[in-house]
């Protein structure tokens, strides 16, 4: 079979694809647009990247072939879309810049100081360590939700997030915020 051929074979699935109609998606969209564009911001600390992610994240929803009707399924789907294009965002970052890449903290408008120290010292863990931090505690995930949503094995969540744990406590003790037990 020549190449040509492969190509013009039409792809046939199982199963029937689930496509979002308008008003399931402005349904979806209202209530999950503010806790990803939430998640995308802590992990980026920027709202313009934060923006910019979330708008592609939706979009790439809407194009995707779905297997499942289920808005949970399309929750974890969009994670993922959004962690892939925030990992996609470093890299070009450090291939335009050829150097490493830090991003700068910036403080949400919050009314005390210590949130802000807080959320500069959250913004001081990689990238991977912030993600699972917020999906698990913000979010409220389970270990089978983030493993879905950051796209690696279920059984490997529990020892990253006890290691972005430890990585958060070794800097608030740092910083003098907590106190060695």
């Not at 974890?76 to 070009?92: F, G, M, Q």
């Not at 863990?125 to 999906?135: I, Q, T, V, Y």
Request: overall charge positive; charged content about 30%.
């Amino acid at each position: 079979m020549n190449a040509s051929a492969v190509s013009r074979t039409p792809c046939v699935r199982s199963e029937p694809v689930a496509r979002l109609d308008e008003a399931a998606f402005t349904s979806f969209h209202r209530e999950t647009s503010r806790a990803l564009w939430a998640f995308v911001y802590r992990v980026t600390g920027s709202g313009s990247d934060a923006d910019d992610i979330v708008q592609d994240a939706f979009l790439r929803l809407l194009r995707a072939d779905l297997a499942t009707a289920e808005e949970d399924q399309w929750r974890r789907y969009l994670y993922r879309i959004a962690s892939n294009l925030i990992v996609d965002r470093w890299r070009r970052v450090k291939r335009e810049s050829g150097e490493e890449v830090v991003v700068e903290g910036s403080a949400p408008g919050g009314r005390f100081e210590q949130d802000a120290d807080i959320a500069k010292i959250f913004s001081e863990l990689g990238e991977r360590d912030r993600a699972l931090l917020w999906l698990a505690y913000v979010e409220g995930e389970s270990h089978e939700e983030m493993a879905s949503s950051l796209g690696v094995g279920r059984r490997s969540i529990k020892v990253m997030l006890f290691r972005a744990r430890r990585r958060l406590r070794e800097l608030l003790i740092a910083r003098g915020m907590l106190v060695r037990s």
